[in-house]
Every structure is written in structure tokens, then in C-alpha cells.
């Protein structure tokens, strides 16, 4: 097999996602009134970072043979804190953004320490956590309200001229230089800075590796040396920063902290088709977090249809539903591949 036939094998899933999100959001640009307008991709992309982002924070435990059921909660939590921390003056901001990123990723360690030294199953770990999680959110945000600072959410939420304008570098946004690149989307652009920084130096790190690795067959990534407890801490401590990223930009979005339970849920079972759409297996060691940033953006173009074709509101829930029946079912397959293959070999 060539190289190219291999790594097409390796990355079908990416692709599959690539694919369907191309043909789903040129579908709903294709019949916009603004369509493929900047304003259009501005106000897409505030509405997938979150979904983006959550979807990340879960990919991290399933390449490891584990399911994080807290995403939604934490995600939840982080928001209801930023609410309280993201104002006043701009050293004040930076270091409540900082506080929360540490609380989640906080949060997520010690959902690697149910797991690793607790001896509790990821899902059942998580499962209880993201109870608690849910319960600091609502003690913070018994309804919802906060008060976030205006000009980072409003600079943060739009296209680059506006963080220009509303920082007042670039001419305000107006020098003929920036002009080229002022059109793209703040939150878009946050998310090639998270897979760029964070994601890939991760993946391609000894922990990183180690994850995949476990997430294979534990027992041979035990037996050639590879620390099983670190990579697994390692694991829950990153989706823990990538679900407070989110939240954290959720609080810009909304201006506000919301404690709801339904959409914590959501957020949650949403992440886990949108990691199957992305081709990570929940078997573990196969797939990785850039193909569930598409898969999430599938599912969110998916809801941008819906406005476009005016589907009724109480068929869109069934039509989730049914993508994410799919998408589980599609994962499924492959266990039962091997199952099969192992049956027969047997």
C-alpha cells in the first residue's frame, strides 16, 4: 500500500467530516440571502466555538478508551465563573480568564484522579462529577446574570477590524495593510491557535503518544514502559482546558453566566456524536481532536439548515437525534469489525 492510499486509510474519518461540513454549510450559504458574506461566517462561527470546543475536550478521554460525561457541566461551571471574574480593568480581565482556565483545568485532574486512583470507570467518574460541576454552577448562578465586560466581548465575538477598532491599533482597523486578513472571524481564528498551540504539540508529545497508546490495547502500552496513570491524568487535565476555553468564550458570547442543566446536556451528548463524526473511535487510539472540531461544525451546519428550510421546531430535535443515532452507530461498526474478526480467528 502506498503512502498515500495509507494515510488516506488513517485520516477517513477527517476527511468524511471535511466533506459533510462542506456540503452542509455550502448547502445553507448556497441559499442565504448574505450567503459566503463575512458577516455570515462571524455570526456561524460564534455559535460553533463553544460545540468546537466541548467536542475537543471529549475527543481527548475517548482516544483513550474512556467517555467523559462531565464536558457539558464543566463547560457550564467555567461559564457561570467567568460571569463574575471578566471585568474591570484589563489586567483584571487577563487574570479572571486565567483563574478560570485553571479551575477547569483543575477540574478535569480530578476527574483523572477518580479514574486512576479512585479505580472508578471513566464514565461512571464523570457521571458523578459532572453532578458536582453542575451543582457549583448553580450555587454561582442560581438564575441567570453576571456582568462581562463589554468591549473584550464584543472585540472577542467579531471579526479582527473590530478588536482593531475597539483597541484602536491598525489605524482602527482602517490601514490599508490589514484590511487583507480584517474580515476573519476572532473565534475561528481562536481555534487554529488552540489546535496549533495546544492540541498539536500535545498529540505529538511522549504523553500525547501514550494516550493514543492506551487507548489501543492497555495492557501492551503497560508492558512496553509507557506510564498508563500519567497519560490518563494527562487526558482528563486537557479536555478539563478545552471545556473551560469554551465556557470561558460562552460567558463573551452571552455576556452572561447561565447554570442550565438541559443545555450542559446537550453540550454533552452533541460532543460525542460530533467526536464519532470525526472519526475518533470509541474504542480508543484512532482519531483525534482537529476531526471532531469538523464534526462539530457538521452539526452545527446541520442546525443552520434548519433556519434556511424552516423546519418545523419539533422535527429539528428528532432530526439531532437521528444524526446522532448515526453517528454513535457509525462508530459501533468498527467494534463490531473486530469483534467479529476476533470471533473468527477464535
Known amino acids: 500500500m ?5 494515510k488516506l486509510r488513517q485520516n477517513l474519518g477527517l476527511l468524511l467530516a471535511i466533506g459533510l461540513f462542506v456540503v ?3 448547502i445553507y450559504n448556497a441559499y442565504h440571502p448574505r450567503g459566503f458574506s463575512p458577516q455570515i461566517l462571524v455570526q456561524n462561527a460564534n455559535e460553533s466555538f463553544v ?3 466541548v467536542a475537543m475536550a471529549q475527543t481527548v478521554p475517548v482516544l483513550m478508551g474512556g467517555l467523559d460525561l462531565s464536558v457539558g457541566a464543566l463547560m457550564t461551571m467555567i461559564n ?3 460571569s463574575y471574574l471578566l471585568q474591570g480593568s484589563p489586567m483584571e480581565i487577563a487574570a479572571g480568564i486565567l483563574i ?4 477547569g483545568t483543575l477540574a478535569g485532574l480530578s476527574n483523572g484522579c477518580l479514574v486512576v486512583y479512585g479505580r472508578i470507570q471513566p464514565i461512571i467518574a464523570t457521571l458523578a462529577s459532572g453532578a ?16 462581562v465586560d463589554g468591549d473584550i466581548a464584543w472585540a472577542l465575538t467579531n471579526d479582527l477590524y473590530e478588536v482593531a477598532a475597539t483597541y484602536g491599533f491598525a489605524d482602527g482597523g482602517d490601514a490599508a ?3 487583507w486578513f480584517a474580515w476573519i472571524p476572532v473565534p475561528l481564528l481562536l481555534l487554529v491557535l488552540v489546535v496549533v498551540f495546544v492540541w498539536l504539540p500535545f498529540r505529538r508529545s511522549v504523553t500525547g503518544r501514550g494516550v493514543y497508546a492506551v487507548g489501543s490495547a492497555e495492557g501492551a502500552a503497560y508492558m512496553s514502559g509507557i506510564p498508563i496513570d500519567r497519560c490518563k491524568l494527562a487526558a482528563f487535565t486537557l479536555a478539563g482546558l478545552f471545556a473551560a476555553i469554551g465556557g470561558v468564550y460562552l460567558a463573551l458570547q452571552t455576556s452572561s453566566g447561565n447554570a442550565d442543566v438541559p443545555q450542559a446536556g ?7 456524536a460530533a467526536v464519532v463524526i470525526g472519526g475518533t473511535s470509541l474504542m480508543g487510539g484512532v482519531g483525534g481532536a482537529v476531526g471532531s472540531l469538523f464534526g462539530a461544525l457538521v452539526i452545527r451546519s446541520i442546525s443552520f439548515n434548519f433556519r434556511i428550510f424552516d423546519v418545523d421546531p419539533l422535527l429539528q430535535t428528532l432530526i439531532e437525534g437521528v444524526v446522532l443515532l448515526a453517528a454513535v452507530s457509525l462508530g459501533a461498526a468498527r467494534i463490531l469489525r473486530v469483534k467479529n474478526r476476533l470471533e473468527l480467528m477464535g
Not at 502506498?2 to 495509507?6: E, K
Not at 446537550?266 to 460525542?272: A, C, V
Open 2 to 6: 502506498s503512502d498515500i492510499a495509507l
Open 24 to 26: 452542509f454549510y455550502g
Open 51 to 53: 460545540l468546537a470546543m
Open 80 to 82: 457561570c465563573l467567568a
Open 100 to 103: 478560570c482556565l485553571a479551575v
Open 132 to 147: 458536582v460541576f453542575m451543582g457549583i454552577a448553580l450555587f454561582l448562578r442560581p438564575s441567570p446574570g453576571g456582568n
Open 177 to 179: 495593510w490589514f484590511q
Open 266 to 272: 446537550s453540550y454533552t451528548l452533541n460532543s460525542i
